[in-house]
């Protein structure tokens, strides 16, 4: 019994780590999480409720209607006329294609608490799983008039503008993250590739200068090292630079290439076992 | 030399100081449960959340606006403070000060405040002081000057009588501000039993209560901004950069995870 009792708060701890990092580990969380409210759903008290939620849109991710409705009712059952169950109704009703009757669910929200943050997204993307990405676009940027502070936002924007080309407006939304959180590298490396991208002299020296920041706070982002190296190159190979920069880039293309052998030579020792194995095989 | 030290009854220990410290106990867990039955729902208007997010973002704008290049922050500052059409200047909000007089939902606020976290104090200082009078209940460890006897010694009128030596109702005021510590470990943090923070509140109220003074709160973020520069953060990067060489150490670590195998 005691076995049992450890797997049980084993369980719990998981799904309780998983929450808290957001991670999207669906079908691992339909496991446990089902078989913890199926066996042992006295043990959690009130824990139970927001398992629930956990549990039920990791089910809606991976298909599993009847488990997403079981938990839909109980949560219904619990807290009748909650706008947070309301939502999780609408997105019930996504997860079926039932794209109207969800939008109608999430307007009732709307009426109820025009501050509700979740729900405007939740229509968002409901204009983006229709494929309506211009329509999606134009909401997402009013709702970002008025909620200007929301990160999540932001990145979906610049990702939107991304699949649309639209780079120059991506950019200012990475901009927007790249202050918001001046720390985290992936921002500063994804606003270098955009840069990149949209190509032109300065925004190549844009670029690079990002890629290098984007090493500086995390020197292990091989991405940014690759992105250095070409937008150093590319600088130096274009014909309207002057002798001095291009002397520069050159060296910052020099010193790049140098980091990245470092990098694989380390690997080289790693990679025998897979060679192993492949010659095993073959 | 000090006077002989006075032994206490350990009936005094028994009946006394234990029971203070438990019905200040009891009454704060009390005043926490009833002030959450007791709260009103604080309902936000999207003006307000909306405005009190553009203000965190020019605010932002100015601290890290040196991560983006500089024409982005021109640009961001020039929509904030533009002569003509900037938000800041321009936006004016309907300005409502909420007074304690005229708004109706703060004055219930304060009285709700009051009722639960002032008058209970008194009431049960009051009946302490009445129940256990006319005898020292502890000793303060350290020693204390004469003025204070009038207000730690109520009750006992012993000229020679040390200053530590205080009675019940210090005791009690005692615990009131001591046991914050234990209320926080067992309801969390952020309980309504927590007194000395909310008098806190209640000085630094003003600051808080701020929805009116969104125009004023435009106004400072207008001038804060126009006195910001851009000091690019990136100058020399690359110089910084490659200084030194990468540190890549655990970036392929010797276990590959063998997961699909």
């Avoid at chain 1, 190509?199 to 991405?223: I, T």
């Avoid at chain 2, 321009?90 to 304690?100: A, E, G, I, Q």
């Avoid at chain 2, 630094?204 to 001038?223: H, L, Q, V, Y």
């Avoid at chain 2, 100058?235 to 063998?258: A, H, I, N, Q, Y």
Wanted: glycine share 4%.
């Amino acid at each position: 019994v005691n076995v049992l009792i450890i797997v049980f708060t084993e369980m719990r701890d998981k799904l309780r780590k998983w929450r808290e990092d957001n991670h999207r580990n669906s079908e691992q969380i339909v496991d446990v999480g089902e078989e913890l409210i199926n066996e042992h759903a006295s043990k959690l008290g009130d824990d139970i409720w927001i398992i629930y939620e956990q549990v039920m849109i990791a089910a809606l991710d991976c298909s599993r209607d009847d488990l997403a409705w079981t938990c839909l009712q109980e949560l219904k059952k619990q807290f009748p006329g909650s706008q947070r169950v309301k939502r999780l109704a609408g997105m019930r009703l996504e997860a079926l294609e039932k794209y109207e009757d969800a939008s109608k669910q999430y307007d009732s929200i709307l009426q109820d608490d025009p501050t509700n943050t979740a729900a405007r997204k939740r229509k968002i993307s409901i204009l983006k799983a229709q494929g309506k990405s211009a329509e999606a676009i134009r909401e997402l940027n009013e709702y970002l008039e008025q909620f200007v502070g929301d990160q999540e936002a932001w990145h979906e924007l610049s990702e939107l503008y991304i699949n649309e080309h639209d780079y120059g407006k991506a950019a200012f939304c990475l901009e927007e993250l790249m202050m918001t959180n001046p720390h985290n590298h992936l921002y500063c490396e994804q606003y270098a590739e955009v840069k990149y991208t949209q190509g032109g002299l300065e925004n190549l020296e844009l670029s690079r200068k990002y890629f290098a920041q984007a090493l500086k706070l995390n020197n292990g982002n091989m991405r940014a090292l690759f992105g250095l190296y070409m937008s150093a190159s590319h600088i130096a190979a274009s014909p309207k630079v002057n002798a001095t920069v291009k002397k520069a880039n050159v060296k910052y293309a020099a010193w790049a290439t140098n980091q990245i052998n470092r990098a694989y030579q380390v690997t080289k020792t790693n990679q025998l076992p897979v060679e192993e194995l492949l010659l095993r095989s073959s | 030399m000090d006077e002989p030290e006075l032994l206490l009854d350990s009936n005094i220990r028994l009946w006394v100081v234990l029971p203070i410290v438990f019905i200040t106990f009891l009454v704060g867990v009390i005043r926490h449960y009833v002030s959450i039955l007791l709260q009103s729902d604080k309902k936000l208007t999207l003006e307000q959340v909306s405005d009190s997010q553009v203000l965190i973002r020019s605010r932002i704008l100015r601290e890290n606006g040196k991560y983006i290049p500089k024409q982005s922050f021109l640009m961001r500052k020039f929509y904030f403070n533009n002569q003509e059409d900037g938000f800041l200047k321009n936006t004016k909000r309907k300005v409502v000060p909420p007074s304690p007089m005229t708004d109706p939902s703060m004055l219930t606020d304060m009285m709700k405040g009051n009722v639960t976290n002032v008058l209970p104090m008194i009431l049960i200082g009051g009946w302490i002081n009445w129940t256990f009078s006319g005898f020292v209940t502890t000793k303060v460890p350290f020693p204390l000057t004469l003025r204070f006897k009038p207000m730690l010694q109520q009750g006992i009128e012993l000229l020679s009588l040390d200053a530590s030596w205080v009675s019940s109702a210090s005791w009690y005021f005692l615990n009131v501000f001591g046991l914050r510590s234990m209320y926080s470990l067992i309801l969390g943090q952020d309980n309504g039993a927590d007194q000395s923070r909310i008098m806190q509140e209640q000085m630094s109220g003003a600051a808080i209560a701020m929805p009116a003074d969104t125009n004023k709160a435009f106004k400072a973020e207008w001038e804060a901004l126009e006195l910001t520069d851009h000091q690019w953060a990136l100058e020399g990067v690359e110089e910084e950069l490659m200084s030194r060489e990468l540190d890549l150490d655990g970036m392929f670590s010797k276990e590959l995870p063998t997961g699909i195998f």
